[in-house]
Protein backbone atom coordinates (compact mmCIF):
# COMPACT_ATOMS: atom_id res chain seq x y z
CA UNK A 1 0.00 0.00 0.00
CA UNK A 2 1.26 3.14 -1.11
CA UNK A 3 1.23 5.78 2.01
CA UNK A 4 0.97 9.13 -0.46
CA UNK A 5 -3.03 9.83 -0.86
CA UNK A 6 -4.03 11.43 -4.72
CA UNK A 7 -4.00 15.41 -4.76
CA UNK A 8 -6.83 17.67 -5.39
CA UNK A 9 -6.25 19.92 -8.36
CA UNK A 10 -7.48 22.97 -7.12
CA UNK A 11 -6.15 26.72 -8.26
CA UNK A 12 -5.80 29.59 -6.38
CA UNK A 13 -4.04 32.49 -5.90
CA UNK A 14 -3.91 35.40 -3.47
CA UNK A 15 -3.75 38.53 -5.47
CA UNK A 16 -1.35 41.09 -4.75
CA UNK A 17 -0.96 44.64 -6.79
CA UNK A 18 2.67 45.51 -5.50
CA UNK A 19 4.18 43.85 -7.99
CA UNK A 20 4.26 42.28 -11.83
CA UNK A 21 6.48 38.86 -10.28
CA UNK A 22 3.52 38.40 -7.55
CA UNK A 23 1.25 36.54 -7.40
CA UNK A 24 2.57 33.65 -9.53
CA UNK A 25 0.93 32.91 -12.47
CA UNK A 26 -1.63 30.11 -12.53
CA UNK A 27 -0.91 29.22 -16.50
CA UNK A 28 2.76 29.37 -15.16
CA UNK A 29 2.47 26.44 -12.71
CA UNK A 30 0.14 24.67 -14.69
CA UNK A 31 2.33 24.19 -17.70
CA UNK A 32 5.35 23.41 -15.30
CA UNK A 33 3.33 20.43 -13.29
CA UNK A 34 2.32 19.39 -17.04
CA UNK A 35 -1.21 17.18 -15.38
CA UNK A 36 1.48 15.63 -12.69
CA UNK A 37 -0.49 16.18 -9.23
CA UNK A 38 1.13 17.74 -6.34
CA UNK A 39 1.07 21.69 -4.84
CA UNK A 40 3.77 25.09 -4.98
CA UNK A 41 3.11 27.58 -2.22
CA UNK A 42 4.89 30.90 -2.65
CA UNK A 43 4.65 33.60 -0.03
CA UNK A 44 6.36 37.01 -0.20
CA UNK A 45 7.99 37.21 2.87
CA UNK A 46 7.58 41.70 3.15
CA UNK A 47 3.98 41.22 2.94
CA UNK A 48 3.19 37.52 3.79
CA UNK A 49 1.19 37.47 0.16
CA UNK A 50 0.76 33.96 -0.65
CA UNK A 51 0.18 32.08 -3.86
CA UNK A 52 -1.30 28.69 -2.50
CA UNK A 53 -1.74 26.11 -6.74
CA UNK A 54 -3.63 23.16 -5.18
CA UNK A 55 -4.57 23.81 -2.08
CA UNK A 56 -5.91 20.62 -0.84
CA UNK A 57 -2.33 18.87 -1.92
CA UNK A 58 -0.87 22.34 0.24
CA UNK A 59 -2.47 20.87 3.00
CA UNK A 60 -1.57 17.26 2.93
CA UNK A 61 1.39 16.47 5.58
CA UNK A 62 3.90 14.34 4.31
CA UNK A 63 7.21 12.71 4.97
CA UNK A 64 9.30 15.87 4.50
CA UNK A 65 12.52 13.54 3.17
CA UNK A 66 15.58 14.89 2.36
CA UNK A 67 14.37 18.63 2.86
CA UNK A 68 14.47 17.97 6.56
CA UNK A 69 18.14 18.55 6.20
CA UNK A 70 18.06 21.93 6.91
CA UNK A 71 16.91 22.06 9.71
CA UNK A 72 18.59 19.39 10.96
CA UNK A 73 21.71 21.20 10.03
CA UNK A 74 20.53 24.68 11.53
CA UNK A 75 19.75 22.59 14.57
CA UNK A 76 23.24 20.64 14.63
CA UNK A 77 24.92 24.38 13.95
CA UNK A 78 22.98 25.93 17.05
CA UNK A 79 24.48 23.25 19.07
CA UNK A 80 27.79 23.50 17.83
CA UNK A 81 28.01 20.27 16.84
CA UNK A 82 29.24 21.51 13.30
CA UNK A 83 30.62 25.40 12.75
CA UNK A 84 31.17 25.72 9.09
CA UNK A 85 30.18 24.94 5.38
CA UNK A 86 34.10 24.21 4.85
CA UNK A 87 34.55 21.69 7.88
CA UNK A 88 34.79 17.91 7.64
CA UNK A 89 31.44 16.85 8.15
CA UNK A 90 31.39 13.16 6.87
CA UNK A 91 34.42 10.51 7.44
CA UNK A 92 32.99 7.69 4.73
CA UNK A 93 32.87 4.13 7.09
CA UNK A 94 33.71 2.35 3.57
CA UNK A 95 30.20 1.12 2.83
CA UNK A 96 29.94 1.27 -0.95
CA UNK A 97 26.95 2.98 -1.81
CA UNK A 98 24.72 3.33 -4.76
CA UNK A 99 25.09 7.05 -4.76
CA UNK A 100 28.57 7.66 -5.80
CA UNK A 101 29.02 10.74 -4.35
CA UNK A 102 28.58 9.33 -0.54
CA UNK A 103 31.50 6.67 -0.80
CA UNK A 104 34.04 9.24 0.32
CA UNK A 105 34.74 11.95 3.20
CA UNK A 106 32.77 15.20 3.18
CA UNK A 107 32.27 18.51 3.50
CA UNK A 108 29.28 20.14 5.64
CA UNK A 109 28.36 21.58 1.87
CA UNK A 110 29.43 18.76 -0.32
CA UNK A 111 27.26 16.72 2.10
CA UNK A 112 24.20 19.13 1.99
CA UNK A 113 24.93 18.90 -1.76
CA UNK A 114 25.11 15.45 -2.69
CA UNK A 115 22.08 14.65 0.33
CA UNK A 116 24.05 12.30 1.93
CA UNK A 117 21.31 10.55 4.10
CA UNK A 118 24.33 8.36 6.24
CA UNK A 119 26.07 12.16 7.01
CA UNK A 120 23.05 13.65 8.32
CA UNK A 121 22.34 10.15 10.01
CA UNK A 122 25.18 10.72 12.05
CA UNK A 123 24.72 14.31 12.60
CA UNK A 124 21.19 13.21 14.14
CA UNK A 125 22.61 11.12 16.28
CA UNK A 126 24.89 13.28 17.73
CA UNK A 127 22.10 15.67 18.28
CA UNK A 128 20.20 13.27 19.97
CA UNK A 129 16.34 12.72 20.87
CA UNK A 130 15.89 14.93 23.57
CA UNK A 131 17.45 18.10 22.03
CA UNK A 132 16.18 17.16 18.45
CA UNK A 133 12.43 17.25 20.14
CA UNK A 134 13.17 20.51 22.33
CA UNK A 135 14.47 21.90 18.70
CA UNK A 136 11.54 20.49 16.90
CA UNK A 137 9.45 21.94 19.29
CA UNK A 138 10.68 25.16 19.25
CA UNK A 139 10.47 25.70 15.72
CA UNK A 140 7.20 23.80 15.20
CA UNK A 141 7.98 21.81 12.61
CA UNK A 142 5.19 19.37 11.49
CA UNK A 143 3.07 17.34 13.06
CA UNK A 144 6.44 17.00 15.98
CA UNK A 145 5.97 13.54 15.82
CA UNK A 146 10.62 11.79 15.77
CA UNK A 147 9.35 9.08 17.91
CA UNK A 148 10.41 6.93 14.63
CA UNK A 149 13.75 6.77 15.99
CA UNK A 150 16.35 9.64 15.85
CA UNK A 151 17.85 8.58 12.60
CA UNK A 152 15.03 7.77 10.13
CA UNK A 153 12.31 10.01 11.76
CA UNK A 154 12.17 12.19 8.54
CA UNK A 155 13.03 9.09 6.35
CA UNK A 156 9.87 7.26 4.78
CA UNK A 157 9.85 3.13 4.54
CA UNK A 158 7.08 0.42 4.92
CA UNK A 159 5.69 0.52 8.43
CA UNK A 160 7.18 3.54 9.63
CA UNK A 161 5.45 6.46 10.81
CA UNK A 162 7.88 10.07 9.81
CA UNK A 163 7.44 13.46 11.10
CA UNK A 164 4.54 15.09 8.79
CA UNK A 165 4.40 18.51 7.65
CA UNK A 166 2.47 20.38 4.63
CA UNK A 167 4.06 21.96 1.66
CA UNK A 168 1.81 24.96 3.03
CA UNK A 169 3.84 24.37 6.14
CA UNK A 170 7.28 23.95 4.88
CA UNK A 171 6.79 27.09 3.04
CA UNK A 172 5.54 29.04 6.28
CA UNK A 173 8.55 27.66 8.50
CA UNK A 174 10.88 28.63 5.29
CA UNK A 175 9.12 32.10 5.10
CA UNK A 176 9.79 32.88 9.22
CA UNK A 177 13.77 31.74 9.02
CA UNK A 178 14.40 34.13 6.41
CA UNK A 179 12.41 36.99 8.24
CA UNK A 180 14.60 36.25 11.07
CA UNK A 181 10.90 34.71 13.18
CA UNK A 182 13.06 31.54 14.04
CA UNK A 183 16.01 31.22 17.31
CA UNK A 184 18.68 30.49 14.90
CA UNK A 185 21.33 33.25 15.19
CA UNK A 186 23.02 34.71 12.20
CA UNK A 187 25.91 32.44 11.46
CA UNK A 188 24.25 29.39 11.45
CA UNK A 189 21.72 31.73 8.84
CA UNK A 190 24.83 32.26 6.90
CA UNK A 191 26.19 28.74 6.33
CA UNK A 192 22.51 27.25 5.87
CA UNK A 193 22.55 29.99 3.14
CA UNK A 194 25.89 29.11 1.73
CA UNK A 195 24.84 25.49 1.58
CA UNK A 196 21.11 25.82 0.27
CA UNK A 197 22.33 28.01 -3.13
CA UNK A 198 20.99 26.29 -5.98
CA UNK A 199 21.27 28.50 -9.00
CA UNK A 200 22.43 32.32 -9.67
CA UNK A 201 20.81 34.76 -12.64
CA UNK A 202 21.25 38.04 -12.99
CA UNK A 203 17.43 38.21 -11.91
CA UNK A 204 17.89 36.26 -8.39
CA UNK A 205 19.21 33.46 -6.53
CA UNK A 206 17.90 30.09 -5.35
CA UNK A 207 18.06 28.62 -1.83
CA UNK A 208 16.59 25.43 -1.90
CA UNK A 209 16.77 21.30 -0.98
CA UNK A 210 15.11 18.81 -2.76
CA UNK A 211 13.56 15.60 -1.12
CA UNK A 212 12.50 12.35 -2.36
CA UNK A 213 10.57 9.44 -1.32
CA UNK A 214 8.97 5.81 -2.31
CA UNK A 215 6.61 4.16 -1.73
CA UNK A 216 6.28 0.23 -0.22
CA UNK A 217 8.31 -1.28 -3.14
CA UNK A 218 10.27 1.12 -3.75
CA UNK A 219 9.50 3.32 -6.39
CA UNK A 220 10.07 6.89 -6.21
CA UNK A 221 6.32 9.04 -6.00
CA UNK A 222 7.40 11.55 -4.10
CA UNK A 223 9.31 14.85 -4.92
CA UNK A 224 10.20 17.98 -2.57
CA UNK A 225 11.66 20.99 -3.50
CA UNK A 226 11.52 23.23 -0.29
CA UNK A 227 13.46 26.98 -0.08
CA UNK A 228 13.48 30.56 -1.20
CA UNK A 229 14.56 32.71 -3.56
CA UNK A 230 15.64 36.08 -3.65
CA UNK A 231 15.03 38.72 -6.55
CA UNK A 232 13.93 41.99 -7.50
CA UNK A 233 14.89 43.21 -3.62
CA UNK A 234 12.18 40.67 -2.42
CA UNK A 235 12.23 37.41 -0.88
CA UNK A 236 9.88 34.75 -1.74
CA UNK A 237 9.87 30.92 0.31
CA UNK A 238 8.33 28.05 -1.11
CA UNK A 239 7.47 24.86 -0.97
CA UNK A 240 6.32 22.15 -3.68
CA UNK A 241 5.85 18.63 -3.40
CA UNK A 242 4.75 16.52 -6.82
CA UNK A 243 3.47 12.97 -6.65
CA UNK A 244 3.73 9.91 -9.29
CA UNK A 245 5.17 7.36 -10.73
CA UNK A 246 9.55 7.98 -10.73
CA UNK A 247 8.60 11.09 -9.27
CA UNK A 248 11.74 12.83 -7.21
CA UNK A 249 12.96 15.82 -5.71
CA UNK A 250 14.93 16.44 -9.04
CA UNK A 251 10.99 17.03 -10.45
CA UNK A 252 9.94 19.70 -8.20
CA UNK A 253 13.09 21.35 -8.39
CA UNK A 254 12.67 21.86 -12.16
CA UNK A 255 8.87 22.83 -11.58
CA UNK A 256 9.82 25.26 -9.16
CA UNK A 257 12.63 26.81 -11.66
CA UNK A 258 10.48 26.77 -14.74
CA UNK A 259 7.73 28.76 -12.88
CA UNK A 260 10.76 31.38 -11.45
CA UNK A 261 12.03 31.49 -14.57
CA UNK A 262 8.76 32.09 -16.38
CA UNK A 263 7.92 34.87 -13.30
CA UNK A 264 11.29 36.57 -14.05
CA UNK A 265 12.20 35.52 -10.51
CA UNK A 266 15.40 33.54 -12.52
Excluded at 66 to 91: C, D, H, M, R
Aim: hydrophobic share 45%; glycine share 8%; aromatic share 10%.
Amino acid sequence: MRYILAFCLIITATPLAHSQTFPVSESAVNSAFAGRKGALVVIDCSSGAISNFHPDAAAEPLAPCSTFKIWNTLIGLELGVIASAAEPFYQWDGRTRAITAWNKDLMLKEAFQASCVPAFQNLARQIGPERMQHWIDKIGYGDRDISAGIDVFWLPAKGRKTVLISPMEQAQLMCKLVSGKLPFHEKSLAVIKEIMTTQKTDRGVLYGKTGSGADDRGTYILGWFAGYVESNGRTYAFACAVQGEKIMGKDARAIVETVFEKQGLL
